[in-house]
């Protein structure tokens, strides 16, 4: 397993780090396929002019991203907070997989198509990630791992990029491309 901590504009000291090291390790006896930690920590100003530390862990399990992110008036409440919501991840993530593997294939979710199109804004921040191929309900695990509204994947059903998302009424939405 490989950690990697750094810190976004402020310098992580090294009891930071050790602390931080210490309650990663704990992540290896929930989820044996964990390949790498990334944890980076930030500090934010307050409108009462406190400073407040942000603790982002992102974990790689194969190509599943686990990330839990979370706030405190110093690294170690930030770092124990954000441990806590990724161990809450991962029981989650383990419990996707163990109802997948005893649910026979007709009782498994399916994802409602929907066809309506929002215009979306400028984008601010590019992110770059990795597409593996998976299937929607695969992606859909991924999605709720990450803590997100969508999820962009490369589906192995129709070999092209496809989009899930959450709609207002709580269910999944999936986003097909289509050519003329």
Same mark, same amino acid.
């Given at each position: 397993?490989?950690?990697?901590?750094? $810190?976004?504009?402020?310098?992580?000291?090294?009891?930071?780090? /050790?602390?931080?090291?210490?309650?990663?390790?704990?992540?290896?006896?929930?989820?044996?396929?964990?390949?790498?930690?990334?944890?980076?920590?930030?500090?934010?100003?307050?409108?009462?002019?406190?400073?407040?530390?942000?603790?982002?862990?992102?974990?790689?399990?194969?190509?599943?991203?686990? =990330?839990?992110? #979370?706030?405190?008036?110093?690294?170690?409440?930030?770092? /124990?907070?954000?441990?806590?919501?990724?161990?809450?991840?991962?029981?989650?993530?383990? $419990?996707?997989?163990?109802?997948? #593997?005893?649910?026979?294939?007709?009782?498994?979710?399916?994802?409602?198509?929907?066809?309506? +199109?929002?215009?979306?804004?400028?984008?601010?921040?590019?992110?770059? +990630?990795?597409?593996?191929?998976?299937?929607?309900?695969?992606?859909?695990?991924?999605?709720?791992?990450?803590?997100?509204? +969508? +999820?962009?994947?490369?589906?192995?059903?129709?070999?092209?990029?496809?989009?899930?998302? =959450?709609?207002?009424? $709580?269910?999944? $939405?999936?986003?097909?491309?289509?050519?003329?």
């Amino acid at each position: 397993m490989n950690l990697v901590i750094r $810190g976004k504009n402020i310098e992580v000291p090294e009891n930071a780090r /050790d602390y931080i090291t210490k309650k990663t390790n704990r992540f290896d006896r929930h989820l044996k396929t964990i390949t790498e930690i990334k944890v980076e920590v930030s500090e934010e100003k307050t409108r009462s002019k406190e400073n407040q530390y942000v603790v982002e862990m992102t974990i790689n399990c194969q190509g599943t991203y686990i =990330r839990g992110e #979370k706030r405190g008036p110093d690294i170690f409440s930030a770092a /124990d907070a954000a441990t806590d919501v990724v161990e809450h991840q991962i029981d989650r993530y383990r $419990g996707h997989l163990q109802n997948r #593997k005893s649910q026979p294939a007709s009782q498994k979710e399916t994802v409602e198509v929907d066809e309506t +199109f929002d215009k979306e804004s400028t984008p601010i921040k590019v992110k770059r +990630f990795p597409i593996r191929p998976m299937s929607p309900e695969e992606a859909i695990d991924q999605m709720e791992l990450l803590g997100h509204d +969508f +999820f962009v994947f490369f589906s192995r059903n129709n070999d092209q990029i496809n989009v899930v998302y =959450r709609r207002k009424d $709580g269910a999944y $939405g999936l986003i097909e491309p289509e050519f003329d």
